[in-house]
């Protein structure tokens, strides 16, 4: 069975136009990486969650920031290159991303060294215009975007 993800996609108008906020992992791994590295703010979720719970949960998790009441616009599912299936919603809002909190996740590190290391899951947040989006975003999840544009 294809593990399952849900996550949700926080969208702004400016000045400029439209803006989503993406995400960049945490650790050391991603450290180095930017295009095509950042994503919605996701994460699994088990036959016992329903997506759009799992989706608040992993936000609330991954960032810090509680969407308890907030109506979110769903995004539907995607399937990824290596078969996971991403449930995503959008949700308007203007969040500040210097307030972004993340959880932290812990791996040997540097590998074979012994050294268990803990690293935040999320290592930052930004606001960007649909075009730096598509450009940064992990290719299996710019469909997000189009549907975003589509939906609102």
């Known amino acids: 069975m294809a593990k399952k993800s849900a996550g949700i996609l926080p969208y702004r108008r400016s000045d400029s136009g439209l803006q989503v906020l993406l995400v960049h992992p945490g650790g050391p791994f991603w450290q180095s990486r930017d295009l095509g590295a950042w994503s919605i703010a996701k994460g699994e979720y088990g036959d016992d969650e329903q997506p759009e719970a799992a989706a608040r949960r992993e936000f609330a998790e991954e960032t810090g920031w509680e969407l308890t009441a907030a109506p979110l616009l769903p995004l539907r599912e995607l399937r990824q290159r ?65 549907r975003l544009v589509a939906s609102i």
């Not at 307030?99 to 074979?112: G, I, Q």
């Not at 930052?124 to 290719?139: I, P, S, Y």
């Open 82 to 146: 290596g078969g996971k299936l991403i449930t995503a919603f959008a949700v308007e809002g203007d969040f500040d991303t210097a307030t972004l909190r993340s959880n932290m996740f812990e791996m040997e590190w540097p590998p074979r060294s012994g050294r268990v290391q803990s690293f935040p899951e999320i290592d930052r947040g930004e606001w960007l215009d649909l075009a730096q989006a598509r450009e940064k975003m992990v290719a299996g999840q710019r469909s997000f975007l189009d």
